[in-house]
């Protein structure tokens, strides 16, 4: 059990205060401050580690199912400045810059600024999938916070946001598994 418990996650020390732990590629990840006991922190989160582990297990098998989109950067780009234009005359919101740039932690992001910045990894999306995304980060112009409030304006445009987030996971690991490794 201890064995086969070792190969199943990754640990990096680093100067913070408290542990971390990620599932960002699909396999445990801890983020630990110098000094300290991997063994401790994963027996005090035990349950919340098999949950997620069980969870990933399931986002796996079903990305198995889903193909990876293949897109034009060109293409990709145009969709996602006509898409960004409709959600802000919906929206009455206004965007200044936008970035593209490959990220390995988030499909995009809305800065204080009103800047988005776009994850180029994005145009292996399906295009609903696309057009959700853009829509969750001009709406976040409105409203910083995932809240009560946020979730109302995403779900009158998408009263099935919940499988879309579910799908996005599915295929952050698809793209994880088939284009950064
Ligand atoms: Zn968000």
């Not at 069980?54 to 990709?76: Q, S």
């Not at 910083?144 to 799908?167: A, D, G, L, Q």
Request: with cysteine; hydrophobic share 40%.
């Amino acid at each position: 059990m201890q064995n086969d418990k070792r190969q199943r996650f990754e640990v990096s020390f680093r100067s913070i205060k408290y542990p971390r732990l990620e599932f960002k590629t699909g396999k445990l990840l801890l983020v630990l401050p110098f000094g300290q006991n991997p063994e401790a922190v994963l027996n005090k989160h035990k349950k919340w580690i098999e949950n997620k582990e069980r969870l990933i297990k399931d986002y796996m098998k079903e990305a198995e199912k889903k193909k990876i989109f293949k897109r034009e950067e060109k293409e990709f780009k145009e969709l996602v400045y006509s898409l960004i234009k409709r959600d802000c005359e919906e929206l009455k919101e206004k965007v200044n810059k936008i970035f593209f740039r490959k990220m390995k932690t988030k499909w995009a992001s809305c800065s204080k600024r009103r800047n988005l910045t776009i994850n180029t990894l994005m145009k292996f999306l399906p295009d609903y999938l696309i057009e959700y995304i853009i829509f969750h980060e001009i709406a976040h112009l409105k409203e910083r916070k995932h809240n009560e409030n946020f979730w109302k304006i995403i779900s009158k445009k998408f009263k099935n946001y919940e499988e879309m987030e579910k799908e996005l996971f599915i295929y952050w690991f698809l793209i994880w598994k088939e284009i950064l490794f």
